[in-house]
């Protein structure tokens, strides 16, 4: 178990209200700088262990390196592709102090999509390690070759070892809040590419923010993605603010969870998605009441798993709706009602808009608590001041535009609200695909899955998942007298090198006909309200193995009373 001691004195911070522009006038580098002199546990990963102090010694000896390797006239801009490592963290610091824009690559993306979104972003940089290093091989990223250099090369390990003794240099540019520290991708409805910005103000003001209210005396978990926002936004930050013990694990891990957090004393964790579930899959056990856990927070856990996690680990988890553009949050509440995202802040004027940006009606329930007014109820999320707290997309001044009206922020996910003031989710606009956490447009997926062999037309869109987030559906039409072929179907995905990692449909429907709009377009939202409840063949796929079969009625009858159990619909 960790040593969490804490020593009597703690480096003085500010104290920070909710207000994001207020909590700005600090900077990474500030909250980094408070920790130099910390040697209270800073860092715990596998075998290794660093007290803050060494930590911000780490981050100071690679800032000296990545300004050593600025070029005038370029974008400071420094792709990591690379698991969840020690040298991450480091570099987050290293950009922090250096001024730097780190870009997190999403290595769930493939070919094309990913050497995309290298390209767009400017990427001067790029710090990989062989494991990952393959993913790169013949794309066309836009980093010079000589410019894509490995962490466990022996040249960057003693340029890191020469300036360990360095002392701390904050770059002018680190010192002004409004600098770019970090791009998160995500994806829009066009398939386009969006890299969200966070400049080192916000960054340290959600670490000051401290929503958790984490302690010194803390162990903090994660085993999310740090190309993520929710890893660095939601446990790291917060654990630099406050001198919190912050451990890692190299990639999410069920077997490796439980001990992982009786092994190093962990108080707090945070997931995305269907992680509880994954976690909730393995046996009970005893020893899992027998931990300091005392906070969960994640996003988008399905309520039952909620209430199992608390039955089994006696933690209740907190939940609240956001994205990486930060600007609207919604959280559960003690009163919230199940399926609901629960209340906005005070200080968020958060509202349901129609097409025209007028306020919807709040929602209407019958007995059995179906919604009866989708029709008027169902609108846009909208934050009516959230445009001043998000910072923009990069190189994308459409899609920027697209979600700022006015003082307005528009989320592009659809809600309603009801009398109570409770928000809950109905989907989201365009062909946005939320599988496991991750974003991607239903438009790159539709192009691999037209070159299987006989396909005349295909639509991909999402469906919900029995517990959180969506699946992906395929309906497919075949060329005249050619039969669809499930084994060759699963073997061609299986082939496709840009096909994402969460990208494989989980349902294949084989139709004779598309439906279409009456511009001839096809009709998705037609194929969302139809699901995979209708007579035309429908094929169960694993998205991890490729294996497609066709479900027979017993399997269409497990998977509703899954739903059910769930307390979700499937359209």
């Known amino acids: 178990m960790a040593d969490t001691a804490a020593p009597t004195t703690d480096p003085e911070i500010p104290r920070l209200t909710p207000d994001v522009a207020a909590a700005r006038r600090l900077t990474l580098a500030d909250l980094l700088l408070t920790r130099a002199d910390d040697d209270h546990p800073g860092l715990l990963f596998e075998e290794g262990r660093w007290t803050w102090r060494e930590v911000v010694r780490e981050c100071n000896a690679r800032a000296a390196v990545l300004a050593s390797l600025r070029r005038p006239g370029r974008p400071f801009h ?15 610091g290293a950009a922090a102090l250096s001024g730097a824009t780190l870009i997190g690559i999403n290595p769930t993306r493939r070919g094309a999509e990913l050497a995309a979104d290298i390209r767009g972003v400017d ?9 990952q290093r393959p993913l790169l091989d013949g794309l066309d ?7 894509i250099v490995s962490v466990d090369d022996p040249a960057w390990s003693t340029k890191v070892q020469a300036a360990l003794d360095d002392p701390i240099t904050i770059a002018p540019e680190a010192t002004d809040p409004a600098t770019r520290l970090l791009l998160t991708f995500t994806s829009g409805s066009t398939g386009a590419p969006k890299a969200v910005i966070c400049t080192t103000g916000r960054l340290a003001a959600l670490g000051a923010i401290n929503h958790c209210s984490l302690t010194r005396a803390d162990v903090t978990y994660n085993a999310m993605p740090l190309f993520h926002g929710n890893a660095i936004m939601a446990c790291w930050a ?3 603010f406050t001198g919190a013990t912050f451990t890692m694990r190299r990639r999410f891990s069920v077997s490796g969870f439980l001990p992982d957090v009786r092994r190093f004393g962990v108080t707090f964790f945070n997931y995305v998605g269907r992680s509880l579930a994954y976690l909730l899959s393995a046996p009970e056990s005893e020893a899992e009441r027998d931990t300091r856990l005392r906070t969960v927070f994640g996003t988008e856990a399905a ?6 996690f608390e039955r089994r680990f006696g933690v209740r988890p907190i939940e609240s709706y956001g994205s990486s553009e930060g600007a609207v949050v919604i959280s559960l509440t003690p009163d919230s009602p199940p399926q609901s995202l629960g209340r906005a802040p005070e200080f968020m004027a958060v509202e349901i808009h129609d097409e025209n940006g007028n306020e919807c009606p709040r929602a209407v329930f019958d007995d059995n608590g179906v919604l009866v007014n989708a029709g008027d109820a169902i609108g846009e999320i909208v934050n009516l001041t959230g445009a001043a707290m998000f910072e923009g997309y990069y190189n994308n001044p459409q899609a920027t535009a697209e979600r700022v009206d006015g003082a307005a922020f528009r989320t592009g996910d659809l809600g309603y609200r009801d009398d109570a003031g409770f928000f809950y989710f109905a989907g989201r606009s365009g062909d946005r695909i939320r599988v496991d956490s991750e974003n991607f ?8 899955l037209a070159r299987f062999p006989g396909v005349r037309l ?4 999402p469906v919900p998942d029995p517990r959180t987030g969506d699946r992906v559906m395929a309906t497919i039409q075949m060329d005249d007298a050619v039969d669809f072929d499930p084994i060759a179907f699963g073997r061609f995905l299986s082939d496709q090198p840009d096909l994402g990692t969460k990208w494989a449909p989980s349902f294949v429907r084989v139709a004779s006909t598309l439906p279409v709009t009456a511009t001839r377009k096809i009709d998705k939202p037609a194929l969302r309200r139809d ?5 035309d063949p429908i094929y169960f796929g694993d998205p991890k193995s490729a294996e497609y079969v066709l479900a027979d009625p017993d399997a269409i009858a497990d998977l509703r009373l899954e739903y059910e159990r769930y307390g979700r619909r499937p359209n």
């Open 141 to 147: 990223t836009g980093v010079d070759p000589d410019r």
């Open 123 to 131: 990427c001067d940089l790029l710090l990989t390690d062989p494991q």
């Open 441 to 448: 447009s239903a438009a790159p997926v539709e192009r691999i």
């Open 238 to 240: 917060p654990s630099v």
């Open 303 to 308: 309520p039952r798993d909620r209430d199992e």
């Open 531 to 535: 699901s995979w409840q209708v007579a």
């Open 458 to 461: 295909v639509a991909v869109y």
């Open 78 to 92: 420094v792709g990591v592709l690379l698991e969840n490592v020690p040298e991450y963290i480091f570099l987050i």
